[in-house]
């Protein structure tokens, strides 16, 4: 996962540099997604040509939603931050998202609250904590903190001298870009849960979503872009830039993403998205001349807080509410179970109590593995059981 980060921390940079020498923002992300469908396809039919399931419309259009949400909208979005503010920015509002996906369940009620207990109290202030530095990041600069200084420029050197930092206005109004990065992202990250249910299959299903989010970029990038000489590419930076985003972040980090989550729990992977933050950070001042400022630091302190304030309830949450139990029926592992949950509480068996005390969440997973969670459970009945 740490080279992961560094790597996409490298995106950051190289999007910097591509838009400071003249490239299109719409074309850089077009160009993004036709090298990641070029390389994610291709994988895809390989690994999955045999556990693949068929296709369908309802598979399509969530597909589809992600491709845009988490795709062609959210990157347009976050470059358009980017060239507005700076890398370390765009960066440091990306670390919101935990908190806006948690926000969003909570609305459309795939997740509830629990702000009686310390990991929905964790949660909602860690959700508290992100946004206060957001705003912090947004609003306030304070002086300027000089921790090195180097005399490699590689956009002065391009002869783009950016003073949009000077600017409060165009500072908002990137804030208010990454903001609705994080929103689509998101709701990306709900979308696609719900599509890895019917759609198991992650290289399939990512490769599907650089064909959606290639063709939606691609159409936009035409009604919006006129010149056509943005869409050329040559060897120069613009085809490292585009190369480097398709290929190795949208492909081969995915897939490293992927495999992390699936051998290590996706909080694992979430642990290590600050250190993408400070190697931006680091470059950032090192070749793009970016200054530090005290509101940038408590800004960002105050956003990374928040985001393991997030994690961490929500790690109490998942252990809590589950406990792994292996198990195989007669040599099947993937038929489904009734799980029937009785609580004894002082004695009595009511309802009443039982809804108080056991909050009703019984997953139930194939492959052997079922998923059980709550403390207070004292009898546990399994129908289907020959």
């Known amino acids: 996962m740490v080279v992961v980060q560094v790597a996409l921390a490298g995106v950051n940079v190289f999007y910097k540099l591509a838009a ?13 997604f036709i090298f990641a469908t070029a390389f994610m396809v291709p994988v895809a039919l390989i690994l999955e040509r045999k556990s693949r399931p068929k296709l369908n419309l309802k598979i399509l259009f969530q597909a589809f939603l992600c491709g845009l949400f988490g795709g062609s909208l959210s990157q347009n979005l976050y470059l358009e931050s980017l060239v507005l503010t700076s890398a370390t920015f765009a960066s440091a509002m990306a670390n919101l ?14 997740e509830k609250l629990g702000i009686r207990t310390r990991a929905g109290k964790a949660k909602v202030l860690g959700s508290l904590i992100g946004m206060g530095g957001a705003m912090i990041l947004t609003f306030y600069r304070g002086v300027e903190i000089n921790i090195w200084s180097t005399n490699i420029n590689l956009i002065h050197s391009q002869g783009h001298v950016a003073s949009l930092h000077a600017d409060p206005g165009k500072r908002f109004l990137g804030a208010l870009f990454a903001l609705g990065s994080c929103f689509g992202y998101a709701i990306w990250l709900v979308i696609q849960a719900k599509m890895s249910e019917e759609y198991p299959c992650q290289f399939s299903s990512t490769a599907l979503m650089c064909v959606m989010g290639a063709i939606q970029a691609v159409v936009f990038a035409l009604c919006m872009e006129k010149d056509w000489s943005q869409w050329k590419l040559g060897w120069n930076i613009r085809l490292l830039t585009v190369a480097y985003s398709g290929i190795v972040a949208s492909g081969l980090m995915v897939t490293l993403i992927s495999w992390c989550v699936r051998t290590r729990g996706p909080l694992f992977a979430s642990i290590f998205n600050p250190l993408m933050l400070v190697v931006v950070a680091i470059l950032g001042s090192f070749i793009l001349d970016e200054k530090l400022h005290l509101g940038s630091i408590l800004g960002t302190t105050l956003i990374v807080c928040g985001l393991y304030a997030v994690l961490w309830g929500k790690g109490k949450e998942m252990k809590k509410i589950t406990q792994l139990v292996p198990a195989k029926i007669n040599g099947k592992s993937s038929e489904s179970i009734e799980i029937v949950v009785t609580s004894l509480v002082d004695g009595d068996l009511t309802t009443t109590k039982k809804e108080e005390k056991i909050e009703e969440t019984i997953k139930v997973i194939t492959k052997g593995d079922y998923i059980l969670a709550k403390e207070e459970i004292n009898t546990v009945e399994v129908k289907g059981f020959d």
């Not at 998202?97 to 795939?110: N, R």
Request: net charge positive.
């Open 97 to 110: 998202v935990p908190a806006i996906t948690f926000v969003l369940s909570i609305s459309i009620g795939l």
């Open 20 to 32: 400071n020498d003249g490239m299109s923002l719409r074309v850089i992300v077009a160009y993004r």
